[in-house]
């Protein structure tokens, strides 16, 4: 094998930012084997570079391929044209993405028509609805039919590429990297933003709320901030933290429904740390996101999941779950009787978290270095 082999890490949201941080960090560790690159597409500008910053890292290369209100395609179109052009100069042995976002898919397109290998982190999540999330899960689809290493944050992900008939040899569960990028964040300190400071975390019972998914907008996103004027007016000691995407769908929607709901707290996105901190000291969870599963379950708190379907059934099978999709009366009653039912809310608290423990980025790059050798 080479002295060493050239790894490109693409990254183009928030999400993948803090999932792949861990294995950045891992791949730095291993510089005597592997050369490291992290290359930016800027999907999600402003929310990428926040969680960027968080962790310390700098792209090698940033595209800067966000323009206000994009759509899918001319995104696609673009991030394309620019990665094929970017790989092409940096001629690596493989490239890592993770997840399931326009840009993991694109760069795997990409990788694949000039004949580099892929790895793909978090591989296997599956919502058998084409639909839910959109366009997420036709994403991640093609991008398993594009890659060549598959690392499984769990065992039933892995099951799922299995029965789709991906070789049992290219699949290694990894657990999910989200562990390892919480666990390293320090959250014994103030909040960041000094507005979150002001919430009695104490006295009250807060919940935190996240929903921004794009089948979710308008008359859903109606509904489930209906559902959360309910509740705050229904429990006294019940108040909401609800940090507001900045996708203008969602943005207009719930500051026309919430701006002047009392115990209602609005702010913009928060760093991740902040995040982290809401969720050890809310009460319970109510969310349309994917990672934000995976985190409350590292801090044994109870998940209302705003979709009709959920990828990550690991979380609900052990109990810290349910699917309540985005009817107004179905959040309210499922988040009733965790507010008014404390064996209720103590069964949903589960002790062990079904994914993972801090190591899979250890194991992804001990991975990816032993396949350089088979491929050799």
């Not at 044994?300 to 099978?317: G, M």
Request: proline share 5%; hydrophobic share 45%.
């Amino acid at each position: 094998m080479p002295s060493r082999r050239r790894v490109v890490t693409i990254v183009g949201t928030r999400p993948e930012a803090i999932k792949m941080a861990p294995v950045i960090r891992s791949l730095a560790g291993r510089s005597a084997e592997l050369e490291s690159f992290v290359v930016a597409t800027a999907q999600h500008r402003e929310m990428l570079d926040q969680a960027l910053a968080t962790f310390g890292i700098k792209p090698d290369i940033d595209l800067g391929l966000m323009q206000p209100a994009q759509g899918l395609g001319d995104f696609a179109a673009r991030a394309l044209a620019s990665v094929s052009a970017m790989l092409a100069e940096l001629r690596p042995d493989a490239v890592l993405i993770q997840g399931d976002t326009t840009t993991v898919m694109v760069a795997a397109l990409a990788a694949f028509y000039q004949r580099i290998r892929v790895g793909h982190v978090e591989a296997g999540l599956r919502s058998f609805d084409r639909g839910n999330p959109f366009p997420e899960e036709v994403d991640r689809r093609l991008t398993t039919t594009l890659a060549d290493v598959h690392f499984a944050p769990t065992a039933h992900a892995r099951a799922n590429l299995l029965r789709e008939g991906v070789p049992a040899e290219d699949v290694l569960v990894t657990g999910n990297t989200i562990v390892d990028a919480l666990m390293s964040m320090p959250l014994d300190d103030d909040f960041e933003d000094e507005s979150l400071s002001r919430v009695d975390f104490e006295r009250r019972r807060v919940l935190l709320v996240t929903a921004h998914r794009r089948e979710n907008h308008g008359a859903p996103l109606r509904s489930i901030c209906q559902a959360l004027t309910t509740l705050t007016g229904t429990f006294e000691d019940v108040e909401v933290v609800y940090p507001v995407h900045l996708n203008p769908s969602v943005a207009a929607v719930v500051r026309e429904e919430l701006e002047n709901a009392e115990k209602i707290h609005l702010t913009p996105p928060v760093s991740y740390p902040d995040l982290l901190r809401l969720m050890r000291r809310c009460h319970f969870v109510l969310t349309d996101s994917g990672g934000i599963q995976e985190e409350a379950a590292s801090f044994a708190k109870p998940v209302l999941v705003l979709r009709s379907v959920t990828e990550r059934p690991e979380l609900v099978d052990a109990g810290g779950a349910r699917v309540v999709g985005t009817d107004a009366s179905t959040i309210v009653a499922a988040a009733t009787a965790l507010l008014s039912d404390a064996a209720a809310y103590s069964a949903m608290r589960v002790a062990r978290n079904p994914f993972g423990d801090g190591r899979a980025a250890e194991r992804i790059v001990t991975a990816l270095v032993r396949r350089f050798q088979e491929w050799s």
